[in-house]
């Protein structure tokens, strides 16, 4: 692979110490950074393919820690309900109807297609097909954790658990060390799952060794059954059953009393904040400075497109920062910088990939993206943070970039053909609707 040279950048590298470099360039080999200095590059006799991003930020791309990607197949087909009729009296039948890997592979297009024109470079997902959806991810060049949503009963692709157990060990025996795929396991909630299900999925994921994921006190309905059913709070309940720890990742958490809180900081579990489907679907808002002040590592999620109703980190960010303080009256609940942050750093702890992405740092994968500083919409800069998390919006990223490719250059995608997505689904929307 040709080395990449990407010069004249101010670089936002998200490392420990926060560093601006306000004119740097990034030299990338065999995927990876090999070195991040001060100044121009001097290319002169190098066989290199030289970027010159003068007057524009290059920064990590955006770690989505929770979504669905298939179900843009369902972006607006039900709206303005609460989750639990919205689940089961909408989703789960046209799933039940419509969710075949032909139709998980052109909703996956599609996701990824909006993915990387809004500047996002790793997803984790939980769904159905993963094992299709981490190939369409795998072709398209995009970084992603895949696990195969474990529930109590029959899905479009496994009849039993035992089928959705050997699934997943289908998958991970399949992409275990793939440089741009991470297989996990997945218990859909414990709403959803029966304690033998919950503990058979831990085991999987801890005998595999990959992330556990799982839906947590998204609402206060969850709750509530939780408590009747169990006497136990959904947090209380998961760690009664060992499935709380540094491998697990959980999605929502709108619900955790301040013992929960303490439950998921003590034992190392992830969060994911999906704030924009918690307002959607009425859950509810989490406050998640006080998981931040907890210690609890916490990513940015956008949850599945039929719940948001898109895929674009900016405006999951912005909801985030904003929602924190308004929601609150603490208008120093969630900084500019701490939100940023989130969406890639604390995305990549939270999927226990931070060795790997979340900050541009020497010896890391290159999943970056290129943004138009320079805009109308972002000028002055006197904060690069604030100018990102307050300012932009994802039409300002220019090109993203993972494992040392370019997937989007100058807004040009360069791994998906979008014109025959865009008409397939249109078509299939048709059919959808009638
Ligand atoms: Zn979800």
């Given at each position: 692979?040709k080395?990449?040279?990407?010069?004249?950048a101010?670089?936002?590298?998200?490392?420990?110490?926060?560093d601006?470099?306000?004119?740097?360039?990034?030299?990338?080999?065999?995927?990876?950074?090999?070195?991040?200095?001060?100044?121009?590059?001097?290319?002169?006799?190098?066989?290199?393919?030289?970027?010159?991003?003068?007057?524009?930020?290059?920064?990590?791309?955006?770690?989505?820690?929770?979504?669905?990607?298939?179900?843009?197949l369902?972006?607006?087909?039900?709206?303005?309900?609460?989750?639990?009729?919205?689940?089961?009296?909408?989703?789960?039948?046209?799933?039940?109807?419509?969710?075949?890997?032909?139709?998980?592979?052109?909703?996956?297009?599609?996701?990824?297609?909006?993915?990387?024109k809004?500047?996002?470079?790793?997803?984790?997902?939980?769904?159905?097909?993963?094992?299709?959806?981490?190939?369409?991810?795998?072709?398209?060049?995009?970084?992603?954790?895949?696990?195969?949503s474990?529930?109590?009963?029959?899905?479009p692709?496994?009849?039993?658990?035992s089928?959705?157990i050997?699934?997943?060990?289908?998958?991970?025996?399949?992409w275990?060390?793939?440089?741009?795929?991470?297989?996990?396991?997945?218990?859909h909630?414990?709403?959803?799952?029966?304690?033998?299900?919950?503990?058979?999925?831990?085991?999987?994921?801890?005998?595999?060794?990959?992330?556990?994921?799982?839906?947590?006190?998204?609402?206060?309905?969850?709750?509530?059954?939780?408590?009747?059913?169990?006497?136990?709070?959904?947090?209380?309940?998961l760690?009664?059953?060992?499935?709380?720890?540094k491998n697990?990742?959980?999605?929502?958490?709108?619900?955790?009393?301040?013992?929960?809180?303490?439950?998921v900081a003590?034992?190392?579990?992830a969060?994911?904040?999906?704030?924009?489907?918690?307002?959607?679907?009425?859950?509810?808002?989490?406050?998640?400075?006080?998981?931040?002040?907890?210690g609890?590592?916490?990513?940015?999620?956008?949850?599945?497109?039929?719940?948001?109703?898109?895929?674009?980190?900016?405006?999951?960010?912005?909801?985030?920062?904003?929602?924190?303080?308004?929601?609150?009256q603490?208008?120093?609940?969630?900084d500019?910088?701490?939100?940023l942050?989130?969406?890639?750093?604390?995305?990549?702890?939270?999927?226990?990939?931070?060795?790997e992405?979340?900050?541009?740092e020497?010896?890391?994968?290159?999943?970056l993206?290129?943004?138009?500083?320079?805009?109308?919409?972002?000028?002055?800069?006197?904060?690069?943070?604030?100018?990102?998390?307050?300012?932009?919006?994802?039409?300002?990223?220019?090109?993203?970039?993972?494992?040392?490719?370019?997937?989007m250059?100058?807004?040009?995608?360069?791994?998906?053909?979008?014109?025959?997505?865009?008409?397939?689904?249109?078509?299939l929307?048709?059919?959808?609707?009638?």
């Amino acid at each position: 692979m040709k080395r990449k040279i990407i010069t004249h950048a101010r670089i936002l590298t998200l490392n420990a110490g926060m560093d601006i470099i306000p004119d740097g360039t990034l030299v990338i080999e065999d995927g990876r950074i090999k070195a991040i200095t001060t100044g121009g590059w001097n290319a002169a006799g190098e066989e290199a393919e030289i970027t010159d991003v003068a007057g524009m930020f290059v920064l990590p791309g955006w770690v989505n820690t929770h979504t669905h990607l298939p179900m843009t197949l369902f972006r607006g087909y039900a709206d303005d309900l609460p989750l639990h009729k919205w689940l089961t009296e909408h989703i789960f039948p046209a799933e039940a109807r419509w969710v075949t890997e032909e139709h998980v592979r052109l909703a996956v297009r599609l996701a990824l297609v909006e993915m990387i024109k809004s500047g996002t470079t790793c997803f984790n997902d939980m769904y159905f097909y993963e094992q299709a959806i981490a190939e369409e991810a795998a072709r398209a060049g995009m970084r992603g954790v895949v696990g195969e949503s474990l529930i109590d009963f029959p899905t479009p692709d496994f009849q039993t658990l035992s089928q959705g157990i050997a699934l997943s060990e289908t998958l991970a025996e399949r992409w275990q060390g793939h440089p741009l795929i991470h297989p996990a396991v997945c218990a859909h909630s414990p709403y959803t799952c029966s304690a033998e299900t919950l503990q058979t999925a831990k085991r999987l994921a801890d005998r595999l060794g990959v992330r556990l994921q799982i839906h947590l006190a998204e609402t206060r309905r969850e709750v509530d059954e939780c408590l009747a059913r169990t006497g136990k709070t959904p947090a209380a309940y998961l760690h009664s059953l060992g499935l709380l720890d540094k491998n697990v990742v959980a999605a929502h958490g709108v619900w955790l009393n301040a013992e929960d809180i303490r439950l998921v900081a003590d034992t190392g579990t992830a969060l994911a904040h999906c704030p924009k489907s918690n307002l959607k679907l009425a859950s509810g808002i989490a406050r998640v400075s006080a998981y931040l002040q907890a210690g609890i590592p916490v990513g940015i999620g956008t949850d599945g497109a039929a719940s948001n109703n898109s895929l674009d980190m900016v405006e999951e960010m912005r909801f985030a920062a904003l929602l924190a303080k308004g929601a609150f009256q603490e208008p120093e609940a969630l900084d500019a910088a701490t939100a940023l942050r989130m969406a890639t750093v604390g995305g990549a702890k939270a999927l226990g990939l931070e060795t790997e992405i979340g900050s541009l740092e020497v010896g890391k994968s290159a999943d970056l993206i290129v943004v138009h500083a320079e805009a109308s919409n972002m000028l002055p800069v006197y904060n690069e943070y604030a100018a990102i998390v307050y300012a932009m919006n994802s039409k300002n990223i220019l090109s993203t970039m993972v494992g040392g490719e370019w997937l989007m250059k100058n807004r040009q995608l360069l791994t998906l053909d979008k014109d025959t997505i865009v008409e397939e689904m249109k078509a299939l929307g048709a059919r959808i609707k009638k």
